[in-house]
């Protein structure tokens, strides 16, 4: 924290004194401290004052109306309050307000401590009248909580035989002498750099902090201190969007491999960081891990998480849970029947499960397969590649985790076709409260058209990818998916209440007409259906209409449907789908060119709401636009542009944090959770490896940021505490984000060493609706003859052998063997064999092949 200068702290003093001796001036030379949140309710919400049991806050007519029930003995009996007002000892304080009551009663201000012992501070008692006015109370603190911490002020109401309403307005509290936040609280570095990793091979730059005008020399030491690189700093001057005046250093030249580099620059050096894709490789799979870890409906268990990370199965009718194997409509709605909701994700930090989040987050993680697939390699996210309970099942593990979701979503589809818009609490609970104890009733929301068409894209879009592994559960899936499609189509304007927000966030949606699109391209690309067809072309979204530098998000889906018809082959005329794809470099270009003149390059547009909720999130889907940008075009300006988001993410910032728990030494640990809460009960977890925080978000939309970073730089707006939910909670959009974008960059970052191999494999197979027939050569490239070979390979569909030719073939589940015959035994180096085979069935080739036990290269 930064020392108080000793002006202040005079002046601060004498205010003091005036403020005793001549209240009505008192405002002339004090800082103006206003310590407690919301005292006007302007907004219309009552937050973050709280009540106790037997009042309930109303804000009507711009003021607070608690609504007090009689019948109490003491005046604390019943409460109004605010925690976390920030108190300093021996420093004056002044608590003004208006009030009146319906009822003429006494009641008491009162400040001290929110929590055991509660010690008390001040308390003055003020008689009420029916009339408004005006109140003050100045006193001198006894107690000191410099930052948000145990400090309260409340109003007692209570000790009355009958039921009363009581009304406050423009509450304030002026006093104190330390600055609310201003400087933010986490340290920061004058060199900002990725801390986890510079991949080989692809540029490297860094970020200064330096007023100086004119370049400034650098060196890169390893990790013995030696120093391997030299240059100068080119100076960029002042970024608006940091607050910090900044030069870069790029250092791409130096490609060394290794660990533990650091950057400096006169008497500052930055974070350790590695010259390695280890980093990023390992992220590819802890940004999957996290969804393992939100699964509802199921214990989680501690091989799979180790033992701080598992826990038993949440919301499954284990009291104290109530829910949610037969979960009822909201009271107001009377729908008539419940829903066996069970399973899915937790959306974030709470314990809500959202049709429209879930699904994209599902979609997502879907997409990074589907992408995989067919331009990338599905094959390390095959079975066995995450630690989940279906690891030996034989289906891909994204898939495996995907579905979790999925099945889920397929479950909150009303029996008339629509989705349910979510299920959650009825109220919010307290953090810490581990998902088995939660003791809220759950509910579900009206159905909407977000969440049905949001169901009909995800089922669409997973038909497809299960349609070779799983034929009646795709069909299960296009007949949910044609079904939702049609319920929207009667529904098209069911939309979600905004202020259905107590106990689960809203998530509302007032244009629909993108999710439209979007569900009619999944139908399309999985069915080829004219109607569908239709649909998409008649959008004013198609051909990424909607696609800008604002990407996309829960709210936004309709670049999702560009990027499926871009993939996923169709009957789109080919121009169309070539303007599709060119959308994107467009975007991406326009990105590149803003980057070009940030302090710390990030692909985000802040120049319409700045920074905002989940902002990380942002830069990600803009990251997965360059991503295919690059897949398109192949233009290797739009991968490092996917490289540089990473880079901002993992420490390359102002705040010098890597925003991925578990990743960089400064690295996000207590965000907004209700389970990962160490910093409210030192039993429980951080946030594991691989988690997302929200990110910096300028609207500064909780309690505990608004109190320390007013007039925060927008990519300063955020804090590593629990409870600024708006800047640092989790969400599974967020991470389904984070791991579409560590799957491409880990594919981009070059394969791991091939083990030492003297074969090579070339497949191809030619293949129609319910058949293949392939070609396989092999070829000995190593030095030494064969005098015998086996090939061994799996594949990855419902594909099997009926006739082979050229070797012995057999196949058991998926797994295929081919060996020699008599007569092609014997391969000299540099020569080949040609075998191959005829089969039923679907699926991806097979991406992996050994001869003789050896894994091959593939030409
Ligand atoms: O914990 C809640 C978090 O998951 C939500 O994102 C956020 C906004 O909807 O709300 C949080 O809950 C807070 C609520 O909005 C206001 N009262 C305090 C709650 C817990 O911090
Ligand atoms: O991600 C959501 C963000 O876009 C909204 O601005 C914000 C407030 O409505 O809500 C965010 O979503 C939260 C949801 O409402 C409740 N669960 C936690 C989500 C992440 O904070």
């Known amino acids: 924290m930064r020392t108080r200068p000793p002006r202040l702290l005079a002046a601060a003093l004498l205010a003091a004194l005036t403020a005793a001796t001549f209240p009505a001036a008192s405002t002339a030379e004090a800082a103006e401290y206003e310590r407690v949140l919301n005292g006007t309710f302007a907004s219309g919400s009552a937050d973050p004052w709280w009540s106790s049991a037997g009042v309930t806050n109303r804000v009507t007519g711009g003021e607070l109306c608690a609504a007090v029930t009689g019948g109490t003995t003491n005046p604390w009996d019943a409460l109004v309050g605010q925690n976390g007002v920030p108190f300093e000892s021996d420093q004056s304080y002044t608590l003004s307000f208006d009030a009146h009551a319906t009822t003429a009663q006494t009641v008491a201000a009162a400040a001290g401590e929110s929590v055991s012992p509660y010690r008390g501070i001040a308390r003055q008692e003020f008689a009420l009248t029916t009339a408004k006015q005006h109140y003050t109370f100045t006193f001198t603190s006894t107690l000191d909580f410099p930052d948000a911490g145990n400090g309260q002020v409340a109003f007692q109401l209570g000790g009355q035989a009958s039921d009363n309403t009581i009304c406050v307005d423009n509450v304030s509290l002026i006093g104190g002498v330390k600055p609310p936040g201003g400087v933010p609280p986490t340290p920061t570095k004058k060199i900002n750099v990725d801390q986890v990793g510079y991949v080989p091979g692809l540029p490297k730059h860094a970020t200064v902090v330096s007023t100086a005008t004119t370049p400034q020399p650098w060196t890169l030491k390893n990790s013995a201190g030696t120093t391997v690189a030299t240059g100068q700093t080119t100076p960029k001057g002042a970024d608006a969007t940091s607050g910090d005046s900044v030069h870069l250093i790029d250092f791409s030249s130096f490609d060394t491999a290794g660990t533990g580099y650091t950057l400096v620059v006169g008497a500052d050096s930055s974070f350790p960081f590695d010259i390695s894709a280890d980093g990023i490789k390992r992220l590819r799979y802890d940004s999957l891990a996290f969804f393992y870890h939100q699964r509802s409906g199921t214990p989680i268990d501690a091989q799979y998480v180790g033992d701080q990370y598992a826990r038993p199965a949440g919301h499954v009718n284990v009291a104290p849970n109530q829910g949610d194997n037969n979960v009822p409509c909201r009271a107001d709605l009377a729908c008539g029947y419940t829903l066996d909701v069970r399973g899915g994700w937790y959306d974030a930090g709470d314990h809500g499960k959202y049709v429209v989040n879930g699904g994209i987050a599902a979609w997502q993680l879907l997409n990074s397969y589907e992408r995989a697939s067919r331009i990338g390699d599905a094959s390390v996210f095959r079975d066995g590649t995450l630690a989940i309970p279906e690891k030996t099942n034989g289906v891909p593990d994204l898939l495996d985790e995907a579905r979790w979701e999925v099945d889920f979503l397929l479950k909150m589809q009303a029996p008339d076709g629509m989705a349910h818009h979510k299920i959650h609490d009825a109220a919010w609970t307290a953090l810490p409260t581990r998902p088995e104890l939660d003791d809220q009733a759950r509910r579900?929301?009206?159905?909407?058209?977000?969440?049905?068409?949001?169901?009909?894209?995800?089922?669409?879009?997973?038909?497809?990818?299960?349609?070779?592994?799983?034929?009646?559960?795709?069909?299960?899936?296009?007949?949910?998916?044609?079904?939702?499609?049609?319920?929207?189509?009667?529904?098209?304007?069911?939309?979600?209440?905004?202020?259905?927000?107590?106990?689960?966030?809203?998530?509302?949606?007032?244009?629909?007409?993108?999710?439209?699109?979007?569900?009619?391209?999944?139908?399309?690309?999985?069915?080829?259906?004219?109607?569908?067809?239709?649909?998409?072309?008649?959008?004013?979204?198609?051909?990424?209409?909607?696609?800008?530098?604002?990407?996309?998000?829960?709210?936004?889906?309709?670049?999702?449907?560009?990027?499926?018809?871009?993939?996923?082959?169709?009957?789109?005329?080919?121009?169309?789908?070539?303007?599709?794809?060119?959308?994107?470099?467009?975007?991406?270009?326009?990105?590149?060119?803003?980057?070009?003149?940030?302090?710390?390059?990030?692909?985000?547009?802040?120049?319409?709401?700045?920074?905002?909720?989940?902002?990380?999130?942002?830069?990600?889907?803009?990251?997965?636009?360059?991503?295919?940008?690059?897949?398109?075009?192949?233009?290797?300006?739009?991968?490092?542009?996917?490289?540089?988001?990473?880079?901002?993410?993992?420490?390359?910032?102002?705040?010098?944090?890597?925003?991925?728990?578990?990743?960089?030494?400064?690295?996000?640990?207590?965000?907004?959770?209700?389970?990962?809460?160490?910093?409210?009960?030192?039993?429980?977890?951080?946030?594991?490896?691989?988690?997302?925080?929200?990110?910096?978000?300028?609207?500064?939309?909780?309690?505990?940021?608004?109190?320390?970073?007013?007039?925060?730089?927008?990519?300063?707006?955020?804090?590593?505490?629990?409870?600024?939910?708006?800047?640092?909670?989790?969400?599974?959009?967020?991470?389904?984000?984070?791991?579409?974008?560590?799957?491409?960059?880990?594919?981009?970052?070059?394969?791991?060493?091939?083990?030492?191999?003297?074969?090579?494999?070339?497949?191809?197979?030619?293949?129609?609706?319910?058949?293949?027939?392939?070609?396989?050569?092999?070829?000995?490239?190593?030095?030494?003859?064969?005098?015998?070979?086996?090939?061994?390979?799996?594949?990855?569909?419902?594909?099997?052998?009926?006739?082979?030719?050229?070797?012995?073939?057999?196949?058991?589940?998926?797994?295929?063997?081919?060996?020699?015959?008599?007569?092609n035994g014997q391969v000299e180096p540099g020569k080949s064999v040609h075998i191959g085979f005829n089969g039923s069935g679907t699926g991806a080739d097979p991406t992996a092949f050994t001869v003789n036990g050896k894994s091959c290269k593939i030409g």
């Open 444 to 823: 579900l929301s009206a159905t909407s058209t977000a969440a049905t068409l949001n169901l009909a894209a995800v089922a669409a879009q997973a038909s497809r990818l299960w349609r070779g592994i799983d034929a009646a559960y795709s069909a299960k899936l296009l007949a949910a998916a044609r079904k939702a499609y049609t319920a929207a189509k009667a529904n098209p304007a069911k939309l979600a209440d905004p202020n259905d927000n107590v106990g689960g966030g809203a998530y509302d949606d007032k244009t629909v007409s993108d999710e439209f699109y979007w569900a009619a391209a999944e139908l399309y690309a999985t069915t080829g259906d004219n109607a569908y067809r239709t649909d998409v072309t008649a959008s004013p979204h198609y051909k990424a209409a909607s696609l800008t530098r604002a990407g996309f998000y829960w709210g936004g889906t309709a670049p999702m449907g560009d990027i499926t018809l871009a993939l996923a082959p169709n009957g789109l005329p080919a121009a169309d789908v070539t303007a599709i794809k060119s959308a994107f470099a467009t975007v991406a270009d326009q990105h590149l060119s803003a980057m070009a003149g940030m302090g710390y390059a990030t692909p985000y547009d802040n120049s319409v709401d700045g920074y905002v909720w989940g902002s990380n999130s942002g830069v990600l889907n803009n990251a997965q636009v360059l991503a295919l940008a690059h897949d398109f075009t192949g233009a290797a300006k739009y991968r490092d542009g996917v490289f540089e988001a990473l880079h901002y993410l993992l420490g390359r910032n102002p705040l010098s944090t890597s925003y991925v728990a578990g990743y960089g030494d400064q690295a996000v640990q207590n965000v907004h959770h209700r389970f990962w809460a160490r910093q409210n009960d030192p039993t429980l977890p951080i946030a594991p490896p691989g988690s997302l925080s929200g990110g910096p978000n300028s609207g500064l939309q909780d309690p505990v940021v608004q109190r320390l970073l007013p007039g925060c730089p927008q990519q300063k707006c955020w804090v590593d505490d629990i409870g600024a939910y708006s800047v640092n909670e989790v969400a599974v959009n967020w991470n389904s984000a984070l791991a579409w974008v560590t799957g491409w960059a880990a594919e981009k970052s070059g394969k791991p060493p091939v083990p030492v191999s003297d074969c090579e494999v070339v497949y191809s197979a030619g293949k129609w609706y319910d058949g293949l027939s392939a070609q396989v050569k092999l070829t000995n490239t190593g030095t030494t003859p064969w005098t015998a070979w086996k090939l061994a390979f799996a594949l990855p569909g419902t594909q099997r052998v009926t006739s082979g030719w050229s070797a012995t073939w057999s196949q058991t589940g998926r797994d295929v063997t081919a060996t020699n015959m008599s007569w």
